[in-house]
C-alpha cells in the first residue's frame, strides 16, 4: 500500500507542478472571470453610449416628417438642435449628398440620413456613416423612423398614438421549468447549460488526461525507468497508481474549477454594481440533487479509470512518442465517436437511442451524466447504467493491466491484435 | 543469513518461439561477487528479470536471500541496476531518489540523509553546486549513471544486481563502481552483475556462471572454472611480428586447435594430443625469436571463447564488448 502512495504521490505532485497545471486550473477561472465581467460592463456602456450625435439628416421633400425623426434621435432629454436637417429638393439630392460623403470624410460629421418618400411610406431609408455597421446607433435610428411611421398611421386612422404605446408595451419573460418524478423544479435552460458544460469539461479531460497517461507510459518505456519500477512494484500496482493519479489531478482541477464558478456565481452582483451594471442578468442555478452529484461523481472516476486504463495499454504496445498518436488511435476514435452521439442525445434525452447509449460501456461515461442533466431517469435506468459502467470498467482494467504488464518490458516493433491475445494469455 | 543469496532451480523460460532460459541452475553463495557471463542474447537479462520476479518462469523455482520471489516483499533487499539506465529525466534529482527509495519501502525520512551521503560521496552535491536541485535532464550523461547507482542502492540491499554495469561508463565511474563492489563484499552483501567484459569479471569475481544460448555452460569458483580450462594453454611471445612461417604454424589444426592473435603476444590452445615441445621445436625452426614460451592458466577470456564456441554461439558474437 505504501508503493502505491509512492506511485500515485508522484503521479500527482509531478503533475500539479507543472506550469500547464498552473496555468489550466487557476488562469482559465481567471479567464472566465475577466471574459464575463468585461463583456458585461463593455455591452453596457456600448448601451448607454449609443447616442447619436454629430449627425446631419439630408430631408428629400418630407417636411414635418424629417422633424419628428430627429426629435425622436435626440431623445427626450437631447437637443434635437444638434442636429441639422439639411433640406433638398429631390433634384439637388446627389450634390447634397455629395457634400456630406466629403464632411464626413473630414470627420465634419459622424454621419448622414437620408429621408425621402420611401421613408414616409416606411419602407426604405438610408444612413451612411464611418460607423455605419454600429448596431446601437443603426437600430435607434431605425426605431425613430418605425415610431414616426407608426404614429402618422394611427393619425390618419385616428387613434391616439401615445395612448397606443402605452397599451402596446408588454415585456414578457418566458420561465422554464423542468418536470421530474418530484414534480417541478430547476430551471430547463440551467440544466441545458448544465450537460453542455459536464460535455465540454468531460471531452477535454478524457482527450487531455487520457493522452497525458499515454505520454507517460510511453515516456517509461523509452527512458527505461519501467524496468526499474518492475523491480519494486507490481506493474498492477503501478497502472492503478498511475490512472488514480492523474484522475485526483483532473478532479483538482475540476474543484477549482467548480469553485471558482460557485464564488463568481455569488459575487457576480456585487462586482457588477461597482462597474455601475446596476442589474446583472440573472443566472439560474440548474437542479441537481445530491444523489444525482454522487452519481456524476462515480461516472466520472469509472469513466474515466475505463479510458485511462485504455489509454495505458495503448501506451505499452509502442516505444516512441512517435508511434504513440498512432496507438492511441482507437481509443481516441471510441472517445470522439461517443461525443458525436451527445447530440442526438442533447435534443431527445430520452429517445431510445439516448436509453441504448447509456448501456454501452464507451458511451456511457458521456451519455449518462448529459442524460442526468437534461432528464429524469429511472431507478432501475440509474443503477444498472453505473453497474454496467462499473463492470466494464473491471474488464478494462483487468485486460489493459496485462497489456501493459507485458508491454512495458517489450520492445520491438508493435504488436498485432493477435499478439496482444497472446499477451493477455501469458500475463 | 542462508548459505545462498540467490538458489535457480531447473529454470526454463520460453517466449512465443524461442527458448530463452532452458533449466538453468545456479547458485550464488552469500557474501561473494558473482559474474553472469555471457554473449548477447544468451538470457542474462531473462534471467535477471525472473530474480526480480518482473517475468515468472515457465517451470522452476527461484530463491532470493532464502525466500521464494513469488514472496514480493523481498525485492525490498534487492537493489537493481538495469542494462539501459531507466530514470525520469523530468523529475529533480533529489525527489526522483526519494521515490525510488520508497518504491523499496524506504520513508523519506530516511532516505534524505543517505541520499545526502550519496551525493556527497559521488561528488553530486558540493558547496558550490547540489545536483539534487537540478531536473534530472540537465545533468551530464555520467552524472545520471550516477543517480541510477545511488538509486540502486539507496536502501542498502543485501543483494545488488548490475545488469552490464559497466557498459558506458568512463575510466573514473568505472574505477568508482569497481571500488563500490569491493566495498559492498565487504560488508557482507552480494553482487551479481552480468557482463561480457572478462577482464573485469576475472579480476572481481568470486565465482561466475557462464550461460550461452539460455543454457548454463560453466559455473563455479573462479578457481574451479580456471582449472576447467585445462592445462593446455600456452602464452607465448615474439620478439618481432610473426613472420609467415609462424602463422602457418599457428594455422595447424593438428597442433594448434586456436590461437588468440594480439600480433606480438598469442594465447595457444593445444590441439587434443598435441605436444607442447613440438609446437615449440617447429616455432624455433621457422626462425621465430622467442621471448615467452609458458604453459599458464588460461585467462577467463579464453576459457569463454573456447567453451561458448565450442558450445556454437551465433557467428559474429565474440566475448569482447
Not at chain 1, 425622436?72 to 444638434?82: F, H, L, V, Y
Not at chain 1, 433640406?87 to 429621408?115: C, F, I, T
Not at chain 2, 541496476?81 to 530514470?87: A, D, M, S
Request: glycine content about 8%.
Amino acid at each position: 500500500m505504501a508503493k502505491f502512495w509512492a506511485v500515485f504521490k508522484r503521479e500527482y505532485l509531478e503533475r500539479v507542478r507543472t506550469k500547464w497545471f498552473i496555468i489550466g486550473t487557476f488562469v482559465f477561472p481567471l479567464l472566465f472571470a475577466g471574459l464575463m465581467f468585461g463583456q458585461a460592463v463593455l455591452s453596457n456602456k456600448a448601451i448607454r453610449g449609443a447616442r447619436v450625435s454629430n449627425i446631419q439628416i439630408l430631408d428629400v421633400g418630407t417636411g414635418r416628417f424629417a422633424d419628428e425623426v430627429r426629435a425622436r434621435i435626440a431623445g427626450p432629454a437631447g437637443a434635437p438642435e444638434s442636429i441639422p436637417i439639411v433640406r433638398v429638393a429631390p433634384n439637388e439630392q446627389a450634390a447634397a449628398e455629395s457634400l456630406a460623403v466629403e464632411a464626413v470624410k473630414s470627420r465634419r460629421l459622424q454621419g448622414y440620413l437620408v429621408l425621402d418618400t420611401a421613408a414616409v411610406s416606411g419602407s426604405r431609408a438610408r444612413y451612411a456613416a464611418r460607423d455605419a455597421s454600429s448596431v446601437g446607433i443603426t437600430e435607434l435610428i431605425e426605431r425613430a423612423i418605425e415610431g414616426v411611421v407608426l404614429r402618422q398611421r394611427l393619425e390618419r386612422e385616428g387613434l391616439d398614438s401615445r395612448k397606443l404605446e402605452d397599451l402596446m408595451r408588454v415585456n414578457l419573460s418566458l420561465k422554464t421549468d423542468r418536470v421530474t418524478d418530484r414534480g417541478v423544479g430547476g430551471a430547463g435552460r440551467a440544466s441545458m447549460v448544465l450537460a453542455i458544460v459536464i460535455v465540454v469539461v468531460l471531452y477535454m479531460t478524457l482527450i487531455l488526461f487520457g493522452s497525458s497517461i499515454l505520454m507517460s507510459v510511453v515516456e517509461e518505456k523509452t527512458t527505461r525507468v519501467s524496468e526499474v519500477i518492475a523491480a519494486s512494484v507490481k506493474a498492477e500496482l503501478l497502472l492503478a497508481g498511475k490512472v488514480l493519479g492523474v484522475a485526483s489531478v483532473a478532479l483538482t482541477q475540476q474543484a477549482v474549477w467548480l469553485a471558482s464558478a460557485v464564488t463568481l456565481y455569488f459575487t457576480r452582483g456585487p462586482i457588477l454594481a461597482k462597474f455601475g451594471v446596476g442589474s446583472a442578468t440573472p443566472i439560474p442555478m440548474p437542479d441537481v440533487s445530491f444523489g444525482v452529484g454522487v452519481l456524476f461523481f462515480a461516472i466520472f472516476i469509472f469513466g474515466f479509470t475505463f479510458y485511462a486504463c485504455l489509454f495505458a495499454a495503448a501506451g505499452a504496445t509502442v516505444n516512441s512518442t512517435q508511434d504513440a498518436q498512432a496507438a492511441a488511435g482507437p481509443v481516441t476514435m471510441m472517445i470522439v465517436v461517443a461525443f458525436m452521439f451527445a447530440q442526438p442525445v442533447f435534443l431527445a434525452p430520452d429517445s431510445a437511442l439516448a436509453v441504448a447509449l447509456s448501456w454501452i460501456p464507451f458511451t456511457s461515461p458521456v451519455i449518462l451524466p448529459l442524460r442526468l442533466a437534461l432528464t429524469e431517469l429511472s431507478l432501475l435506468e440509474k443503477i444498472g447504467s453505473v453497474l454496467m459502467l462499473m463492470v466494464s470498467t473491471g474488464v478494462a482494467v483487468w485486460f489493459s493491466a496485462k497489456i501493459y504488464r507485458v508491454g512495458m518490458l517489450m520492445y520491438g516493433k508493435r504488436p498485432s491484435f493477435r499478439e496482444l491475445g497472446r499477451w493477455i494469455a501469458q500475463a | 543469513m542462508p548459505q545462498y543469496a540467490l538458489d535457480i532451480r531447473d529454470v526454463t523460460k520460453r517466449f512465443a518461439s524461442h527458448l530463452a532460459v532452458s533449466n538453468l541452475s545456479l547458485q550464488v553463495p552469500a557474501g561473494s561477487v558473482y559474474g553472469l557471463l555471457g554473449p548477447n542474447g544468451a538470457g542474462k537479462t531473462t534471467t535477471i528479470r525472473m530474480i526480480l520476479n518482473v517475468i515468472a518462469p515457465d517451470a522452476g523455482s527461484i530463491a532470493v536471500l532464502g525466500q521464494s520471489v513469488r514472496d514480493s516483499t523481498v525485492l525490498d533487499r534487492v537493489g537493481y541496476l538495469p542494462e539501459e539506465r531507466g530514470l525520469y529525466r523530468k523529475m529533480q534529482v533529489r525527489r526522483l531518489l526519494r521515490f525510488l527509495g520508497e518504491l523499496k519501502g524506504i520513508p523519506p525520512r530516511v532516505a534524505d540523509p543517505r541520499i545526502t551521503e550519496w551525493m556527497e560521496r559521488l561528488s553530486l552535491k558540493t558547496p558550490e553546486k547540489d545536483w539534487g536541485l537540478s531536473k534530472l535532464d540537465e545533468l551530464s550523461r555520467g552524472m545520471q549513471q550516477k543517480v541510477q547507482f545511488i538509486g540502486t542502492l539507496l536502501h542498502d540491499p543485501d543483494l545488488v544486481i548490475l545488469d552490464e554495469p559497466f557498459s558506458g561508463l568512463d575510466p573514473i565511474n568505472a574505477q568508482a563502481l569497481k571500488d563500490t563492489i569491493v566495498e559492498l563484499k565487504r560488508r557482507g552483501k552480494t553482487v551479481i552483475f552480468s557482463t561480457h567484459l572478462m577482464d573485469n569479471a576475472e579480476r572481481m569475481c568470486d565465482a561466475v556462471c557462464i550461460i550461452a544460448r539460455g543454457e548454463k555452460v560453466l559455473d563455479g569458483t573462479m578457481a574451479q572454472v580456471k582449472s576447467a580450462g585445462g592445462d593446455r594453454t600456452i602464452a607465448l611471445a615474439l620478439a618481432g611480428s610473426a613472420g609467415n612461417g609462424v602463422t602457418a604454424i599457428l594455422a595447424d589444426r593438428a597442433l594448434v586447435s586456436r590461437a588468440d592473435d594480439h600480433d606480438k603476444y598469442y594465447e595457444i590452445e593445444l590441439a587434443p594430443n598435441a605436444d607442447a615441445q613440438v609446437l615449440l621445436r617447429r616455432l624455433v625452426d621457422a626462425g621465430a625469436s622467442i621471448t615467452r614460451f609458458e604453459r599458464v592458466t588460461p585467462s577467463l577470456h579464453q576459457i569463454f571463447l573456447q567453451r561458448v564456441g565450442a558450445h556454437g554461439i551465433e557467428e559474429g558474437m565474440s566475448g569482447h564488448g
